[in-house]
């Protein structure tokens, strides 16, 4: 192979290992719900937990799913799917553990999708009147392989 050729794809594979610092960007844990694909903050995310026995509370809303014990704390488990109105999976294995300031929330998803740093000016807000919806903003993911929507983590528990 030629030098200079040789020399070219390793200034490419540089450029693109390299990370653009006056981008100011975010990182977000992507994961699935149904067909959605959903962002959080990465730096909110506390653990992802595989397999964990849910042990079910009685008279609490159809979207929390119990508790787990996650080295001696009680976490409150929330089943994405019914938040958002679709239908649960019976397959509870995958938790992804989350700070909400001074508590902790696990979201049961159905797959965690990837970690990716989205560039704030990406990230379109979600309109005005839209108050009720547990999203504040999505963007097409980088890679093309569809859009984010931007979980709102404040909004998940009822205020009652």
Known sequence: MNDEILFAREDEMEALNTVDDTVDSQKYLIFMAGHLKLGVIA???????????????????DFIRGIINMRGQMIPILDIRARLGMESKEDDSLVVVINLGDVQLGILVDAVDQMLDIPKSNLLPMPANSTQLLVSGMCSLPDGSGTMMVLDCEQLMPNE
């Open 43 to 61: 730096e909110d995310v506390v653990e992802i937990l595989n397999n964990q026995l849910i042990t079910y509370l009685p008279m609490l809303p």
